[in-house]
């Protein structure tokens, strides 16, 4: 995303006027969520001035700050601690979703994860994942594939034993997929990974239309 990165976080580049994060953050107003926690690392300190302790949101955000990156499962396993002990809600910084927040948050897991899957976008036409039944399989040609949306329901234990370390979420979905553990879930909405500055500006055009 530099040059646009190069001053602002991911989660705060501008989509018709207002940070991309704050997108997530308003869905999440009269959901019945109490707290946010919001982890970050590079220029981190930005996030948290644009958002403060959420009083605006209606619910408290909380910090979890990382001196290097930890990618997603990293970063989820430092944010632990603030987690408690129920199932958690994660959100991308980096995605937009016209998601309902709140279907998710009140259905109840049956495994170890629920994750939302989406269309397979053009920048990524082969998938991640089948979805068969309810539940997600590795891809096979004879079955549909679907792209991670980045949002995804988790109980504690999927991340049990771990340390906080720089670690990729990939491989410990594959893990759960395993033993059957990965329910999934096909989100039929807007959703849209703004990984370069060209998508940035498409999605704006868009939700401008």
Not at 43 to 49: F, S, V
Not at 129 to 137: E, I, P, Y
Not at 179 to 205: F, I, M, N, Y
């Amino acid at each position: 995303m530099r040059p646009l990165t190069d001053i602002l976080p991911k989660p705060l580049l501008p989509l018709n006027g207002k940070p991309l994060m704050q997108y997530h953050l308003e869905k999440l107003q009269n959901t019945g969520i109490k707290r946010v926690i919001i982890n970050h690392a590079w220029l981190g300190h930005k996030i948290e001035a644009a958002f403060g302790d959420g009083r605006q949101f209606g619910f408290d955000i909380h910090y979890s700050a990382e001196t290097e990156a930890l990618e997603t499962a990293g970063g989820i396993v430092k944010a632990l601690p603030l987690l408690g002990d129920a199932p958690f809600l994660v959100v991308n910084g980096d995605v937009y979703a016209d998601v309902d927040f709140a279907p998710l948050l009140h259905s109840p897991l049956q495994a170890l994860a629920k994750l939302l899957l989406v269309t397979n976008p053009e920048h990524h036409p082969e998938g991640d994942f089948s979805l068969v039944d309810g539940k997600l399989r590795e891809k096979q040609p004879q079955l549909n594939s679907f792209t991670f949306s980045g949002i995804a329901l988790y109980h504690p234990d999927f991340f049990a034993g771990l340390r906080p370390e720089k670690m990729r979420l990939a491989p410990l979905i594959r893990k759960h997929i395993a033993t059957g553990q990965v329910q999934g879930e096909w989100h039929r909405g807007k959703w849209c990974d703004v990984g370069t500055p060209e998508r940035l500006a498409q999605l704006e055009e868009e939700l401008q239309a």
